[in-house]
Nanobody, 115 residues
Framework: QVQLVESGGGLVQPGGSLRLSCAASGTITIFSSKTVYWYRQAPGKQRGLVATITGGGGTNFADSVKGRFTISRDNAKNTVYLQMNSLKPEDTAVYYC???????WGQGTQVTVSS
């Protein structure tokens, strides 16, 4: 079994920044080799992929967040981070992480961008 705990969300003004964390625990085989995904789901919308980081550190981003978000990982802590800068109201959503090969979701962390 795998546990994922997302944290770091909150209320921020447009243009602000947040850093989300995804801490993984449980029976994960070689976390450092796994691709980790960040998704988000806004009210009334489907969950969509925001960012990806591979075991080798390669990254990919949705067009809507390119240039504003970065993703990184600390394999010693089984944790992946999503640094979100220049936040916009349309970034408001619940953010979730997921690990390659494991069909588990955490509870998510709410990000609200509003003045």
């Amino acid at each position: 079994q795998v546990q994922l705990v997302e944290s770091g969300g909150g209320l921020v003004q447009p243009g602000g920044s947040l850093r989300l964390s995804c801490a993984a625990s449980g029976t994960i085989t070689i976390f450092s080799s796994k691709t980790v995904y960040w998704y988000r789901q806004a009210p009334g919308k489907q969950r969509g992929l925001v960012a990806t980081i591979t075991g080798g550190g390669g990254t990919n981003f949705a067009d809507s967040v390119k240039g504003r978000f970065t993703i990184s990982r600390d394999n010693a802590k089984n944790t992946v981070y999503l640094q979100m800068n220049s936040l916009k109201p349309e970034d408001t959503a619940v953010y979730y992480c997921k690990i390659q090969g494991y069909n588990y979701w955490g509870q998510g962390t709410q990000v609200t961008v509003s003045s």
